[in-house]
């Protein structure tokens, strides 16, 4: 236990669960000065299952907006700029079929479009940091046993490692502990969609040989489409430590070792020593609702996705930031309880869509992609290619070319987001278009060399643009009035107008747009509306 001699008896929020999902939630509301207890069985990381490994590049602007990104990134074994490549290629030793450059916002370096790039970085190298950051707020060796909610609050009883029952009482209690959610089944919420019948074994092993042999230089991903044994693999460190997805593998029936289907996928005659093996399937299932009253779910426990495209640990950080500020807001009081109803209806179409990219990235994988002709002679690879590699092309360009997704998702007809008729939707060509339109993350622009416009905006709500104009002034009267946050920021000129489609933009603590005009007729309804109070 790392809370203070014993559990307390009441807190503001109690999230059970300390996967990623459930820490952020918790470095949320930290950031907008909440308290909080996390409740967590694991006393510690599991180091041998590194499960998410792709930090989306929307998921590191939240990290710096935390003040950890830079922590992150040095804690992270392979650096951002080793490579932005994925490869797709008979083996490790064979020969290249073809390649994606610029995958899972790895490039984005300086660029305007991001405050941050992407990093590759396992999932126990986060926990472990969001764990230091989140301290004494944290309790291990304890599970939520059983949750009730009334009109004022939680009772929650907790079961420690003896057995012991401890009750909590909580305002709001947030469950982050994944499929079997004791919050989830205390909200009488159900999981709808499918478990895939397609299994696949995960494989951590050290290999200090194997990387003089790979014949393609540096890539995040090696996609082998060997009908033998395909699956992807790809390094974890730069010393000798790799991951290996073998797909189609049913362990229980499989005649090969893990170290054989390793040599199987890498093509490599080298000395293999398994670390971890790990059985799973692919689910697509999301929760009938997210949460009402006083209990809420995230990540996991509200939904589960196909790896493919690196979005599940990703898309819980983004429920995670969505719910913390808002009940951040409502226990400091300068919101109602309403706020939280927009939580469900702003996230849930966002898991949805996720489960449905991830979805059409699984439905294309390594064994559909594979031509037996690959592997016969220089002729009949050459014959080939050709169409595989257009296939490879077609088929995976929407997992490592992710933008439209992971920046682009918006929250366009919430309750709490203006209404602005003939604003941008996603286009159809799968390319990022960065827009203000109310809903939308806030266009991105670097203000010098590492000033980010993220950087400027306050930790509640900001308004945005030339402040010298009446408009402006009536706006932040009126967020006082009703003792709303709202931090300035004045940047005026056509460049901004240009950028964001208006003088004027209200952004929220999660830096997506409340409201952007120029004309302000009734700056009151603006402001109660972004706060949930219309």
């Known amino acids: 236990m790392t809370v203070a001699d014993a559990l307390p008896h009441h807190v503001p929020v109690l999230i059970a669960g300390a996967g990623p999902v459930g820490l952020a939630v918790a470095m949320e509301l930290e950031f907008h000065g909440v308290e909080c207890l996390v409740v967590e069985p694991r006393g510690a990381v599991s180091w041998l299952r590194p499960r998410a490994k792709t930090t989306s590049t929307r998921t590191m602007e939240h990290f710096r907006r935390w003040g950890l990104a830079e922590a992150l990134r040095k804690g992270a074994p392979l650096p951002v700029?080793?490579?932005?490549?994925?490869?797709?290629c008979t083996s490790l030793t064979g020969r290249e079929i073809t390649r994606f450059t610029g995958c899972l916002g790895l490039d984005l370096t300086g660029s305007d479009l991001a405050a941050e790039p992407g990093q590759q970085v396992p999932q126990p190298v986060v926990e472990d940091l969001m764990r230091q950051t989140v301290g004494p707020r944290l309790a291990t060796g304890y599970r939520v046993n059983t949750v009730a909610q009334d009109a004022d609050g939680a009772t929650v009883e907790v079961i420690d490692e003896q057995g012991v029952s401890h009750t909590v009482r909580a305002d709001y209690v947030v469950g982050c502990e994944g499929g079997r959610s004791v919050v989830r089944a205390a909200l009488g919420a159900k999981y709808e969609g499918v478990d895939t019948s397609r299994p696949n074994l995960s494989i951590v092993f050290r290999a200090p040989e194997l990387a003089e042999h790979v014949a393609f230089g540096p890539a995040v991903h090696y996609w082998v489409l060997n009908p033998d044994q395909p699956g992807l693999i790809g390094r974890l460190d730069l010393d000798d430590t790799w991951w290996c997805i073998a797909q189609g593998v049913e362990p229980e029936t499989c005649p090969l070792?893990?170290?054989?289907?390793?040599?199987?996928v890498t093509g490599a005659d080298v000395e293999v020593e398994i670390l971890a093996t790990d059985a799973w399937r692919a689910r697509m299932?999301?929760?009938?609702?997210?949460g009402h009253g006083r209990l809420f779910i995230a990540g996991d426990a509200a939904h589960q996705n196909?790896?493919?495209?690196?979005h599940g640990f990703n898309t819980g950080i983004g429920d995670a930031v969505n719910l913390g500020w808002k009940l951040a807001a409502v226990v400091n009081g300068w919101a109602p309880a309403e706020l939280l109803e927009s939580y469900g209806a702003e996230r849930r179409p966002i898991a949805a869509?996720?489960?449905?990219?991830?979805a059409q990235n699984m439905s294309t994988l390594a064994p559909e992609l594979s031509d037996p002709r690959l592997f016969g002679s220089d002729a009949e690879f050459q014959e080939a290619v050709p169409a595989v590699a257009a296939a490879v092309q077609t088929s995976k360009a929407q997992e490592f070319h992710s933008l439209p997704l992971t920046l682009g998702y918006h929250y366009a007809g919430s309750p709490i987001v203006a209404d602005e008729p003939g604003a941008a939707t996603p286009s159809e060509d799968r390319v990022y278009r960065p827009t203000a339109a109310p809903g939308h993350r806030?266009?991105?622009?670097?203000?010098?060399?590492?000033?980010?416009?993220?950087d400027r905006l306050g930790p509640e709500f900001t308004l945005v643009g030339d402040l010298s104009s009446p408009e402006a002034a009536s706006l932040l009267d009126a967020a006082r009035a009703a003792s709303v946050p709202v931090a300035e920021l004045d940047l005026r000129g056509p460049e901004?107008?240009?950028?964001?489609?208006a003088p004027l933009v209200l952004v929220r603590p999660d830096q997506h747009v409340a409201w952007r005009g120029s004309d302000v007729p009734d700056a009151a309804a603006i402001v109660r509306r972004a706060v949930g109070a219309a």
Do not use: K
């Not at 700029?81 to 797709?88: L, Y």
């Not at 196909?306 to 690196?310: A, E, L, M």
């Not at 869509?353 to 991830?358: G, L």
């Open 353 to 358: 869509q996720t489960i449905d990219e991830a």
């Open 306 to 310: 196909p790896p493919w495209g690196g």
């Open 442 to 454: 806030l266009p991105h622009r670097w203000l010098a060399e590492g000033d980010s416009l993220y």
């Open 285 to 290: 299932l999301l929760a009938s609702e997210y």
């Open 496 to 501: 901004w107008v240009e950028l964001f489609g």
């Open 257 to 264: 070792t893990p170290a054989e289907l390793v040599h199987a």
């Open 81 to 88: 700029s080793w490579s932005d490549e994925a490869v797709f």
